[in-house]
């Protein structure tokens, strides 16, 4: 098992944002984190990425604790993040920004800058790598987002919500990008709201509501679910479409 | 007997301190801003009362000439300087108010040189004999006054339709905008009660102890300690840490001499940094980075 | 190209002027002015590693520029000693206080930093000027008479001229060395974004000491070069908050952040200075500060990347019309 988390809860004062929850990912898999907004799966992200600390429960990678670790040491352990809403180095230019990535793992100058080059052109922003970070999109930011945090050599990509915004074209380059990275050998973990994005990328989902989790499982499998269906649309439509046949 | 003086002095200082350092916490609380020339402002207050007794008008016009003199540069300095470099980099929204500050300070200089100066006598001159403690009576205006508008501030903020909806802004400036609150009349509306505060504390020391120009950069000093020691933007906290700083303070320029007092409050600063940056009312979380 | 061409009609410049200025009548007077310039350079590009390349804008140099110009006339007043001996022991002072001043604050957001260099210049600035040992409000002064070669004590300006331009050289060769090496990147990325820079394996607080040691070391070798130079210092001229802002003044309004910002702040705002000096007379140097706060709002309001910037935005522009310009002659003459 690559990541194991095992009832990590995370309380903010008296507010129990997210309460035992439990995944274990191996080596190799995309797994899918979703439920409605509010339900925890961003919380547990973010323990995940070691942007919080739960309160409770545990969290190790590779056969490291790494419950209460910075997000520094997650980075050098091989745990990449993206953020939701592209944290870009606006004034740097993009191959600058991917450079301080490929500096983790690459000490000197040129080494860097041939991971930076080499991460640029996997992800297709090879020929604007002299301009500036501002000068992109939202999808191009997003793209740039996953490019730095490739350069840094994660064995663990945590993705969030990277496909949100993005024109239907945009997602299907998106999902070609994530398919590519995985076939790195990279591990990941997608947090998404956007469904067609889960069914084709997720070999496995699981689902919050409420700060707990109700599901998990094969996405097509889970989609059925009555408590999955019940958490997404409430208040006993499931039951009612079964009554009405 | 002596040391119970210099204490009750301090406490009356004290409490001008939480004054005006009450302003200062509520920018920072509300925009995560520090106003670097928040001492300016209560030097500026300090010279309208002067001007206003150039005037021949009795003191109990100096707290409100200052008031709104200062309430009107507040929102002008936000209107016009502080609402567009809140977006930019952090270099520039400290530069902003340092520059107002260097501004501010260095045209009081040129207009009305550096010495120091006392206002003219007036109703409120003469020491009163409180059991054994001698007590002049403008210090002791100044600083019954200055608790009260302090406390005032407070429930302004806690218990009025106003305060709740600037505090709104504070807390959520997204979700304050949805229920039909503008964050910008909000922001410009703190600033001109920031600068107030100020102003009125400066009238008022002004009454009482003699001023000069140089004054902005130390009161600007003493509310970085008060504010940090009373806690990140919290006005019940600089009210606490204004009377505590006033009283070490007071008790230091005893003990130790009066060159000292600014060491051993900038060395509390220091202190509170290192050992406890949230304050004594703070919750922490706002203070990392 | 084009920036070749720029640094070198810059140092080529910067090299020639004290010759150039020799030929006028206040050659002097002007070659003074010069050393004055290239120390405020140096002091600039200092104060720009930590607070334009790592965003962590220190209000409180005056403490490392002060505590370079003390150590050096100590070891003078106390030892006999020449200042020169001092200086690396400066150093050493200046980098522990920066140690010292931000293991506590740089793991708080940025404006706890700031307010604690203010509060800790303003500190010492107090203590110094009380303490009889060092000089109290009197201050300290250096040899008089040189007695040996190595006191550097010169009639014209000229010799500190060019030992500061050494100086001012070394520093933007640190500078430029360090901002394309991986610390240089740390750097820019804590400023362009502390979160998304710590995601990354970025040792913030780490990278911020280093770099507020590296800059507190610099602007110590630009205080003993200024203590060497006039002989003497005070709470006043050695720790006083105006330095300090000189020091940002002149980075911001170059452009901070970028390598010759600090120079080309430096360029515009020493002339400005002297300028002002000499028309408002002694009181000149309260509207000097009028006008730099006027200048550090305006900077601050409409272009935070200084000249700089101004020239990135305006130069493409002007060669544009430049090059129209030559376009329609070639079409004229053909």
């Given amino acids: 098992m690559l990541l194991e988390a095992q009832n990590v809860s995370c309380a903010f004062g008296s507010l129990l944002a997210l309460s035992e929850a439990n995944l274990s990912v191996g080596q190799g898999e995309i797994v899918g984190l979703i439920g409605p907004n509010g339900a925890g799966k961003s919380t547990f992200f973010n323990c995940l990425a070691g942007d919080l600390k739960p309160t409770g429960g545990s969290i190790r990678f590779n056969d490291v604790d790494v419950t209460r670790a910075t997000a520094e040491q997650h980075a050098l352990l091989g745990i990449g993040r993206t953020f939701q809403v592209p944290a870009t180095f606006e004034d740097m230019t993009i191959l600058d920004n991917v450079m301080v990535g490929a500096f983790l793992r690459h000490h000197r100058r040129a080494d860097a800058h041939a991971k930076a080059m080499e991460v640029l052109r996997l992800t297709g922003l090879e020929a604007q790598a002299d301009l500036g970070a501002r000068s992109l999109g939202t999808?191009?930011?997003?793209?740039?987002?996953?490019?730095?945090?490739?350069?840094?050599?994660?064995?663990?990509?945590?993705?969030?919500?990277?496909l949100a915004g993005l024109t239907p074209a945009e997602i299907q380059r998106a999902i070609e990008l994530v398919r590519r990275i995985h076939a790195l050998g990279i591990t990941i973990v997608i947090v998404e709201h956007i469904m067609e994005v889960i069914l084709t990328l997720a070999q496995r989902v699981l689902v919050f509501n409420q700060g707990r989790t109700i599901a998990q499982g094969k996405p097509s499998d889970v989609v059925k679910d009555p408590q999955v269906i019940e958490a997404y649309l409430g208040h006993g439509r499931h039951a009612r479409r079964e009554r009405r046949g | 007997m002596i040391l119970l003086q210099a204490a009750v002095g301090g406490l009356l200082l004290g409490a001008v301190y939480a004054l005006f350092s009450s302003g200062l916490t509520l920018i920072w609380g509300m925009m995560n801003f520090i106003?670097?020339?928040?001492?300016?402002?209560?030097?500026?207050?300090?010279?309208?009362?002067?001007?206003?007794?150039?005037?021949?008008l009795g003191p109990e016009v100096f707290g409100p000439a200052a008031a709104v003199a200062l309430m009107l540069l507040g929102v002008i300095v936000y209107m016009g300087l502080i609402k567009h470099v809140m977006r930019g980099p952090m270099l520039s929204q400290i530069l902003s108010t340092f520059g107002l500050a260097l501004l501010l300070r260095y045209s009081a200089f040129y207009i009305f040189k550096s010495d120091f100066r006392t206002l003219p006598d007036t109703a409120l001159s003469g020491t009163l004999n409180l059991g054994g403690i001698y007590v002049s009576r403008a210090q002791l205006l100044a600083g019954l006054l200055a608790a009260v508008l302090a406390l005032g501030m407070h429930v302004l903020l806690t218990r009025t339709a106003l305060g709740s909806r600037l505090l709104a802004v504070a807390e959520d400036r997204n979700a304050a905008m949805l229920m039909g609150i503008h964050p910008d009349r909000m922001q410009a509306l703190a600033w001109g009660l920031s600068a107030a505060s100020a102003g009125i504390a400066g009238a008022l020391m002004a009454i009482a102890y003699p001023f000069s120009p140089s004054v902005g950069e130390t009161f600007a000093l003493t509310a970085f300690v008060v504010v940090s020691l009373g806690g990140f933007g919290s006005v019940p906290g600089a009210m606490i840490a204004g009377f505590i700083i006033g009283l070490v303070e007071a008790l230091a320029g005893y003990l130790i001499g009066p060159i000292y007092k600014d060491v051993v409050v900038y060395g509390l600063f220091v202190g509170v940094l290192w050992i406890r940056p949230q304050g004594l009312l703070g919750t922490g979380s706002e203070s990392r980075s | 190209m084009r920036r070749r061409w720029g640094s070198i009609v810059l140092w080529g410049g910067l090299l020639v002027y004290p010759w150039v200025v020799s030929f006028t009548d206040s050659g002097d007077f002007l070659q003074d002015v010069g050393a004055t310039l290239v120390l405020s350079a140096i002091g600039a590009c200092a104060w720009n590693i930590v607070g334009g390349y790592a965003g962590q804008v220190s209000v409180g140099h005056a403490i490392f520029f002060g505590t370079g110009a003390y150590v050096p006339l100590l070891a003078y007043e106390l030892f006999e000693a020449p200042p020169l001996i001092g200086v690396p022991f400066g150093i050493v002072v200046a980098v522990t206080m920066a140690a010292l001043i931000g293991l506590p604050t740089f793991r708080l957001q940025g404006h706890y930093f700031s307010m604690a260099t203010i509060a800790v210049a303003e500190l010492i600035r107090l203590v110094v000027g009380n303490w009889d040992l060092l000089g109290a409000a009197i201050g300290i002064q250096g040899p008089a008479t040189p007695r040996v070669w190595w006191d550097l004590i010169f009639r014209s300006a000229v010799p500190y001229y060019y030992i500061f331009l050494a100086v001012l050289a070394l520093t933007v060769y640190i500078t430029w060395a360090m901002a394309g090496s991986r610390f240089g990147y740390y750097l820019r990325a804590i400023r362009a974004g502390e979160r998304a820079a710590r995601s990354l394996g970025v040792p913030v607080r780490r990278t911020k000491l280093m770099a507020f040691m590296l800059s507190a070391a610099l602007t110590s070798v630009a205080g003993s070069l200024y203590a060497i130079k006039v002989g003497f210092?005070?709470?006043?001229?050695?720790?006083?908050?105006?330095?300090?802002?000189?020091?940002?003044?002149?980075?911001?309004?170059?452009?901070?952040?970028?390598?010759?910002?600090?120079?080309?702040?430096?360029?515009?705002?020493?002339p400005l200075q002297s300028a002002t000096n000499t028309w408002f007379g002694g009181s000149g140097s309260g509207l000097t500060y009028i006008l730099y706060g006027g200048i550090i709002m305006l900077l601050a309001r409409f272009e935070p990347g200084g000249f700089v910037e101004l020239w990135n935005q305006v130069s493409p522009r002007l060669w544009r019309l430049l090059r129209v310009r030559a376009k329609t002659e070639r079409a004229r003459a053909a």
């Fill in chain 1, 139 to 162: 999808p191009g930011r997003k793209r740039l987002e996953i490019a730095r945090v490739l350069a840094a050599d994660p064995k663990l990509m945590l993705l969030d919500e990277a």
């Fill in chain 2, 35 to 56: 106003n670097f020339a928040h001492g300016e402002f209560v030097m500026l207050g300090m010279y309208v009362a002067l001007l206003v007794s150039w005037v021949n």
């Fill in chain 3, 233 to 270: 210092v005070n709470p006043e001229s050695g720790l006083g908050i105006l330095i300090s802002v000189q020091m940002i003044i002149t980075a911001a309004l170059g452009g901070a952040g970028t390598l010759y910002g600090p120079i080309i702040g430096a360029i515009i705002l020493v």
